[in-house]
T-cell receptor, first 116, second 114 residues
Framework: AQKVTQAQTEISVVEKEDVTLDCVYETRDTTYYLFWYKQPPSGELVFLIRRNSFDEQNEISGRYSWNFQKSTSSFNFTITASQVVDSAVYFCALSSEKWDGNKLVFGAGTILRVKS | DGGITQSPKYLFRKEGQNVTLSCEQNLNHDAMYWYRQDPGQGLRLIYYSQIVNDFQKGDIAEGYSVSREKKESFPLTVTSAQKNPTAFYLC?????????????FGPGTRLTVT
């Protein structure tokens, strides 16, 4: 079964705190891709990162970092020194080489609220 | 500016009426997608199209129909057969020349059926 689980339904932090959003995936395929998207209140999903199954190097982009661990089937997302503008719904998604059409399977999302 | 346009932002319909949601992209992308988002749930794929005049059902296609007569346009019709049509609908597109290329999303249409 192909599945993405985001166990944290909602997280609230105070500005400048670090926060980690968890993502656990299930797939039997050996070649797959993982994604993170941000959905601000406006509704449009914004692409953040894509990671393939053969690249377990952590990635950092400004205040954002991602930790991919195949051993635990996890692709966690950390925001350092959070800001109010980070408030959004964050989705983790999975795509497999074997799927037709570049399809994505999404997790249920994590609502992040950053308070000033 | 390049992007995906969905109109209108909010749409209201009476039960039993068909309604068509618009999606236009000027990114020259080959593939286009329709997703449905319900509160507390992730996005679920309704239909997708990899090329003009071709489309495939996603996970929840029942009660929906699409067409792809032009590369730029992928309208979605919510028919009266859809039992729970009230939801947020998102259109996306991606290049298919590169495998696993990311999908770009439009601003969405919130449909309310009463």
């Amino acid at each position: 079964a192909q599945k993405v689980t985001q166990a944290q339904t909602e997280i609230s932090v105070v500005e400048k705190e670090d926060v980690t959003l968890d993502c656990v995936y299930e797939t039997r395929d050996t070649t797959y891709y993982l994604f993170w998207y941000k959905q601000p209140p406006s509704g449009e999903l914004v692409f953040l990162i894509r990671r393939n199954s053969f690249d377990e190097q952590n990635e950092i982009s400004g205040r954002y970092s991602w930790n991919f661990q195949k051993s635990t089937s996890s692709f966690n997302f950390t925001i350092t020194a959070s800001q109010v503008v980070d408030s959004a719904v964050y989705f983790c998604a999975l795509s497999s080489e074997k799927w037709d059409g570049n399809k994505l399977v999404f997790g249920a999302g994590t609502i992040l609220r950053v308070k000033s | 500016d390049g992007g995906i346009t969905q109109s209108p932002k909010y749409l209201f319909r009476k039960e039993g009426q068909n309604v068509t949601l618009s999606c236009e992209q000027n990114l020259n992308h080959d593939a286009m997608y329709w997703y449905r988002q319900d509160p507390g749930q992730g996005l679920r794929l309704i239909y997708y199209s990899q090329i003009v005049n071709d489309f495939q059902k996603g996970d929840i296609a029942e009660g929906y129909s699409v067409s792809r007569e032009k590369k730029e346009s992928f309208p979605l019709t919510v028919t009266s057969a859809q039992k729970n049509p009230t939801a947020f609908y998102l259109c996306a597109s991606s290049m298919t020349s590169g495998r696993f290329s990311e999908q770009y999303f439009g601003p969405g249409t919130r449909l309310t059926v009463t």
